[in-house]
């Protein structure tokens, strides 16, 4: 069974762009969740996909969006870039995103993340 | 809220001795506890994690690591470790009432390795 996929694995952009991540999470999965990874900050909350809805969101501002596809892709956008944007974004997918039963479908599994650089 | 402190940022050991990171978290409500690996230039790999049942947990590539409740602890280990060990090591929690999946991570711990 195939992991989970960013694309593309590394990005270069300059100051005010906008950006677009995607992530095809495992087959099956249909919980996404999206981290940003920073030397300075380390492995922060974006936001959570389910279902094509935003369940959770963590504490950045609104120029990080992101949306879930019927087959459980999701992208993630960063629009007018700034150079403390530059990290390692990483996606992560379960099997259902909901606790109880079955447990195993609490475990989130990563993908090999997006490198984002801003000039 | 839940935290996640890794008391150690920096972990240098030589080949075959015994290690133990060390990972404390605090929540006033039960917790899902994880251990995921980062290669250099990779995403996270899941080494272990404890859901419920036995405190002792046992992952992949000879790791192991203990849930203590009343220490709100869940330190890792390995008794001999190799040169491919080395690598960051991040402790994290889950709150497991359900309605989102979201990890919140400790720091990372930089476990090196030498020969």
């Known amino acids: 069974k195939a992991g989970v996929t960013q694309t593309p694995r590394y990005l270069i952009k300059t100051r005010g762009q906008q950006v677009t991540l995607s992530c095809s999470p495992i087959s099956g999965h249909r919980s996404v969740s999206w981290y940003q990874q920073t030397p300075g900050q380390g492995l922060q909350f974006l936001f959570e996909?389910?279902?094509?809805?935003?369940?959770n969101k963590g504490n950045f501002p609104g120029r990080f969006s992101g949306r879930q596809f019927s087959n459980s892709r999701s992208e993630m956008n960063v629009s007018t870039l700034e150079l403390g944007d530059s990290a390692l974004y990483l996606c992560?997918?379960?099997?259902?995103?909901?606790?109880?039963?079955?447990?195993?479908?609490?475990?989130?599994?990563f993908g090999a993340g997006t490198r984002l650089s801003v000039l | 809220a839940q935290s996640v402190t890794q008391l150690d940022s920096q972990v240098p050991v030589f080949e075959e001795a015994p290690v133990e990171l060390r990972c404390n978290y605090s929540?006033?409500?039960?917790?899902?506890l994880f251990w995921y690996v980062q290669y250099p230039n990779q995403g996270l790999q899941l080494l272990l994690k404890y859901l419920s049942g036995s405190t002792l947990v046992k992952g992949i590539n000879g790791f192991e690591a203990e849930f203590n409740k009343s220490q709100t602890s869940f330190h890792l280990r390995k008794p001999s470790v190799h040169i491919s060990d080395t690598a960051e090591y991040f402790c994290?929690?889950?709150?497991?009432?359900?309605?989102?999946?979201?990890?919140?991570f400790g720091k990372g711990t930089k476990l090196t390795v030498n020969p």
């Open positions: 929540s006033s409500v039960s917790v899902y």
């Open positions: 992560a997918s379960s099997l259902e995103g909901t606790s109880g039963g079955n447990l195993a479908k609490n475990i989130q599994y």
């Open positions: 994290a929690v889950s709150d497991p009432r359900g309605g989102s999946e979201k990890l919140v």
């Open positions: 996909y389910f279902s094509e809805t935003q369940r």
